[in-house]
T-cell receptor, first 114, second 114 residues
Framework: GESVGLHLPTLSVQEGDNSIINCAYSNSASDYFIWYKQESGKGPQFIIDIRSNMDKRQGQRVTVLLNKTVKHLSLQIAATQPGDSAVYFCAENLSGSGTYKYIFGTGTRLKVLA | DAGVIQSPRHEVTEMGQEVTLRCKPISGHDYLFWYRQTMMRGLELLIYFNNNVPIDDSGMPEDRFSAKMPNASFSTLKIQPSEPRDSAVYFC????????????FGQGTRLTVV
């Protein structure tokens, strides 16, 4: 039979509430992580990054948390706004053996409800 | 800087035809990446270059796909012959260095093979 497409998990959040988007990464050797936002018809845009020697980093309205023990990343968006509606991807950078790759997760769709 | 520039934005071609996608990275960026995005498989890394040299092409689906970077300001991704299953959005991205900074994405080329 025909394969189905990726089922993007969707997070629906009321405007003004906080959003938490989660991501599991694959390689325990990854040492650099990025969150990207992709709006319809556009390329992914950088939001925030974090290195493996940190467990938390804050930006403007966004916070990234890294738990290396369970290979988990989360993106917290404070006071979510309609303009935050997009698909969010985490990316890990695999830099072992001198090669550098940005590997992306499957993404989470954030819907902001007015 | 205008960011990563891709052309064309949209391409519709018939099965069997050759397709060439173009990318101009951000000036001064040493790394260039080609990604393919589909509903089935998400964002996949096809190939990346460092200082115009292909480093990892393990993501290139098959011999019909080839990529070149003749100089620091230009790269092409060619599909010959194209097939309907190649229909996707192809993104080019560049970064100043890999493993420490984010990759900047172009707007993508939406390829439809009929």
């Amino acid at each position: 039979g025909e394969s189905v497409g990726l089922h993007l998990p969707t997070l629906s959040v009321q405007e003004g509430d906080n959003s938490i988007i989660n991501c599991a990464y694959s390689n325990s050797a990854s040492d650099y992580f990025i969150w990207y936002k992709q709006e319809s018809g556009k390329g992914p845009q950088f939001i925030i990054d974090i290195r493996s020697n940190m467990d938390k980093r804050q930006g403007q309205r966004v916070t990234v948390l890294l738990n290396k023990t369970v290979k988990h990343l989360s993106l917290q968006i404070a006071a979510t706004q309609p303009g935050d509606s997009a698909v969010y991807f985490c990316a890990e950078n695999l830099s072992g053996s001198g090669t550098y790759k940005y590997i992306f997760g499957t993404g989470t769709r954030l819907k902001v409800l007015a | 800087d205008a960011g990563v520039i891709q052309s064309p934005r949209h391409e519709v071609t018939e099965m069997g035809q050759e397709v060439t996608l173009r990318c101009k990275p951000i000036s001064g960026h040493d790394y260039l990446f080609w990604y393919r995005q589909t509903m089935m498989r998400g964002l996949e890394l096809l190939i990346y270059f460092n200082n115009n040299v292909p480093i990892d092409d393990s993501g290139m689906p098959e011999d019909r796909f080839s990529a070149k970077m003749p100089n620091a300001s230009f790269s092409t991704l060619k599909i010959q012959p194209s097939e309907p299953r190649d229909s996707a959005v192809y993104f080019c991205a560049s970064s100043l260095e890999a493993g420490n900074t984010e990759a900047f994405f172009g707007q993508g080329t939406r390829l439809t093979v009929v």
